[in-house]
């Protein structure tokens, strides 16, 4: 226990620091997106600080998803804009967007599912490095050096010659995650990154992805519903409910707000036990 | 397995000649074979990418119609191969600027009402085509020698062993390269390439024009073994029959579909001599078994094979 303490303690001041003052890196302003009755999204606004770890909270249904699938290019906002390093994306293609050094991870793991892990990574890493190669293998050396390099990070060596749809929940997630950071993007937004992953693992795993996000400059955004991990290392908390943020702040702030303990805390809290 | 490809390979042309040496009249069967083999291995790139073309006739019968206008002026082999050849491409480029935005059924009746279109011109445009009678195509030569009958069918199988094992590699070394392998990734998961920057459309655009720029090789060397083209070359029937080898030859390998082929081919001449009518009797039972027992098709089972002597 003192153990853990000691690691969160040197989390908190290594990884937790206040939001770097850099400036904005995503401007989302007055996104609106309804799905017949349903408003998914009914005015957001948010600014993603660069470098910063942003994470979003709030009740299933609140539209969290929703804002990463309009951010990324899969779905299109009815009204609003996204400006992204002072320049509007809002419509891009997901693959204009991936190109401009923003890469996502998903809810549900979107893996190649005939493909082993490795080839899976192998595949993201290739995306980066341009594909138009139809001769050398994709397999070749420094590709397969890089995946299995990524894959340790993630704790997943033990697992790389495995097909990926016979993994466990939390295997997928990871190696869905492990191919967007393949990706070496900028910008990386998670949905629910570590949903699945068994609650022994869950910090640990945190933490190596937090090292490897900030060892690389890496603004995140993260969709999370555990709040220990939220405490640790979100540097803001942005509160989602009924496609509205309704809370932003320091996680110190926004998580004792009885408002939002009563809202959301005590939903995903239950989630989460 | 992948490993043991190159010496199955060699194995199997070893084979394929060893029988046309000694059975002359099973030389032309197994030309076209081969030929078919070229066609089916496009189709086997496009069902690694999930998707079943119902057209792909056309690009042979477009490979086979240049050689037959062709051949009268340029007789040459080495000529209208590569004209041939890249038109087919060329076509292939064409329609699949427009069809590779399609999937499965949409993309499958696509292919086969494309086809369908070319076949009725062939059909309809007597005075150029000269309709269902079809063209004879003129004897042509190889390399500037006009070899006489027996050469110049060794010279055609010859021909097309070399581009089967050509285009066998190519493909090979392309299914392995980062293009092959998310060409398999539309297939499971299209978005997710998306996502990573990849353009699936260009991917599969790619091995679409691949497999055409096959299909008009097969077409060529077809056009110049039988001496004869008609529209039954772009039938939707023809297509169906290279899916039909694909499937039983198997997906599994750049291998299978020439042992599909082959064995279609020898069963097609065999059946067709012992019980008249009822070949294709033969060839149904023939894939319902595949299906049923050997979803892998002949190069699965021979894979199976091969690891059970290894092990
Ligand atoms: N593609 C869609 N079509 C229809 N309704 C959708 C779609 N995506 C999301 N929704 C609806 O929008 C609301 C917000 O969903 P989502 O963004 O997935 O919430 P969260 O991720 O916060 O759980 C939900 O009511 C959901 O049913
Ligand atoms: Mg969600």
Redesign the pocket.
């Given at each position: 226990m003192s153990a853990s303490d000691d690691r969160s303690a040197e989390g908190r001041e290594g990884l937790n620091r206040p939001p770097p003052d850099q400036g904005v890196m995503l401007e989302a302003r007055g996104l609106r997106l309804a799905?017949g009755g349903?408003r998914?999204a009914d005015g957001i606004d948010l600014s993603v600080m660069r470098g910063e770890f942003l994470a979003i909270i709030?009740p299933?249904?609140?539209?969290?998803?929703?804002f990463i699938n309009m951010t990324t290019g899969y779905l299109r906002p009815q009204a609003g804009s996204i400006h992204h390093e002072g320049e509007r994306i809002t419509g891009l293609s997901p693959r204009a967007i991936v190109r401009r050094g923003i890469a996502r991870s998903f809810q549900l793991p979107q893996l190649f599912t005939e493909h082993t892990v490795l080839e899976n990574a192998a595949l993201a890493i290739a995306a980066r490095l341009g594909i138009w190669s139809p001769l050398a293998p994709l397999l070749r050396r420094e590709i397969r050096e890089e995946a299995r390099e990524l894959l340790a990070r993630f704790g997943l060596s033990a697992i790389e010659e495995s097909r990926a749809d016979t993994l466990n929940e939390g295997a997928r997630k990871l190696a869905d995650i492990a191919m967007a950071v393949a990706l070496k993007p900028r910008l990386l937004l998670m949905d629910e990154p570590t949903s699945g992953v068994a609650a022994s693992e869950k910090m640990a795993v945190v933490e190596t992805l937090a090292r490897v996000l900030r060892d690389a400059a890496v603004t995140a955004v993260f969709v999370e519903h555990d709040m220990d991990v939220v405490a640790r290392f979100a540097d803001r908390v942005a509160v989602?409910s009924q496609g509205r943020i309704v809370a932003l702040g320091p996680p110190a702030t926004v998580l004792s707000d009885p408002e939002v303990q009563r809202e959301v805390i005590g939903v995903s809290g239950a989630i989460h036990a | 397995m992948r490993r043991a490809e190159p010496l199955l390979a060699l194995a199997g042309a070893a084979a394929l000649v060893g029988i046309a040496y000694a059975a002359p009249w099973l030389r032309f069967v197994l030309t076209i074979a081969l030929a078919k083999g070229l066609a089916v291995l496009g189709i086997l790139l496009l069902l690694k990418a999930g998707q079943v073309s119902f057209g792909h006739a056309m690009y042979a019968a477009v490979g086979a119609y240049v050689v037959a206008f062709a051949a009268p002026g340029m007789g040459e082999a080495l000529v209208l191969l590569p004209l041939a050849t890249g038109i087919a491409g060329l076509l292939g480029l064409v329609v699949g600027l427009f069809i590779t935005r399609y999937r499965e059924i949409f993309f499958s009746m696509l292919n086969l009402a494309i086809s369908m279109v070319l076949y009725s011109m062939l059909e309809k445009f007597y005075a150029i085509t000269k309709g269902t009678d079809g063209i004879r195509v003129a004897p042509v030569t190889f390399a500037g020698l006009s070899p006489e009958r027996e050469s110049a069918e060794w010279a055609m199988f010859a021909i097309a062993l070399l581009l089967a094992f050509g285009f066998g590699i190519v493909a090979r070394l392309y299914l392995a390269s980062p293009m092959g392998q998310a060409l398999a990734g539309i297939k499971t998961r299209e978005t997710r390439l998306e996502f990573m920057g990849v353009p699936a459309r260009h991917v599969l655009l790619s091995a679409y024009v691949f497999s055409a720029v096959m299909a008009g090789a097969a077409g060529a060397i077809i056009a110049m073994t039988t001496r004869h083209v008609t529209p039954l070359l772009a039938y939707w029937t023809t297509s169906g029959e290279l899916v039909f080898i694909a499937i039983l030859g198997g997906a599994g390998g750049v291998l299978g579909p020439f042992l599909g082929a082959a064995a279609y081919e020898l069963i097609r001449v065999h059946a067709a001599a012992a019980f008249a009518d009822l070949w294709q009797l033969t060839l149904g039972i023939a894939l319902l078994l595949v299906i049923l027992f050997a979803p892998g098709g002949l190069w699965g089972v021979l894979a199976r094979l091969f690891r059970r002597v290894r092990a």
């Open positions: 799905f349903v998914a709030g299933n249904g609140a539209g969290k998803t929703t989602w | -």
